[in-house]
């Protein structure tokens, strides 16, 4: 019996080559990636991650160390002040960030590894990269939501001879220190909080260290500071 001999299509070395070129799509990605356009929805993508992945234990009269997540006038307790589990602004020092990415076995891990045995699921790392990224942008819950609190009303800042309200009002090109960029009108610098307004109106806030040097100063001069 003879044997069919395949035949291959033939691929040059230009072809080999450019296979193993980065496209410019995947280049402008990895620039893009460090600053998403879009802040995060706490209603529409944390809240299903809590109630997937925290209610077990968190939820309830009887929540563990008195953490209620399902009701956010009693979550939003823990956000910010004397004892929080979510410091805003910053996913390194918040309990709820730390402990969900501790490693299975570790006994400080939510959920614990005994929780574990009965069912309750980790957050996965694109969950985990959510939830960081939510609360790097001040954790803040959906008004609409039922018992979220009202966003406290902030006088606006009056102009100074550096930074006049029509300079405040302009469209400028902020950058992080992750090398992404946008183009935003800047609203506020409280504390370490800089908000901004987007050309569509939509405002969001970003942690003023998490900002390039030059954004920082910028952030500050248009504050009067």
């Known amino acids: 019996m003879s044997r069919v001999r395949l035949k291959y299509p033939e691929i040059s070395m230009n072809q080999i080559a450019l296979s193993r070129t980065p496209s410019l799509f995947s280049i402008l990605a990895g620039l893009v990636l460090p600053w998403s356009a879009v802040a995060v929805d706490f209603k529409e993508e944390i809240r299903p991650i809590l109630n997937s992945k925290c209610f077990k234990c968190h939820s309830g009269p009887k929540s563990k160390g008195s953490l209620r997540m399902e ?11 004397d004892d929080p589990v979510i410091v805003p602004g910053d996913a390194s020092k918040s309990l709820l960030h730390i402990k969900a990415g501790l490693g299975r076995t570790d006994g400080d891990a939510m ?27 001040g954790a803040k819950l959906e008004p609409g939501d039922p018992g979220a609190p009202a966003p406290a009303a902030t006088a606006p800042a009056a102009p100074t001879a550096g930074a006049p309200a029509a300079m405040k009002a302009e469209v400028q090109t902020w950058s992080n220190t992750g090398g992404g960029s946008l183009q935003a009108s800047f609203v506020s610098l409280v504390g370490t909080t800089v908000t901004l307004r987007r050309e569509n109106g939509e405002e969001f806030s970003y942690e003023l260290a998490n900002l390039s040097a030059d954004s920082q100063a910028l952030a500050k001069k248009l504050a009067g500071q």
């Not at 005994?114 to 959510?130: D, F, N, Y």
């Open 71 to 81: 009701v956010n006038a009693e979550f939003s307790k823990r956000i910010g002040g």
């Open 111 to 137: 959920p614990p590894p005994q929780a574990r045995e009965r069912g309750a699921e980790a957050m996965t790392q694109m969950e985990l990269e959510l939830v960081s990224k939510w609360i790097t942008e």
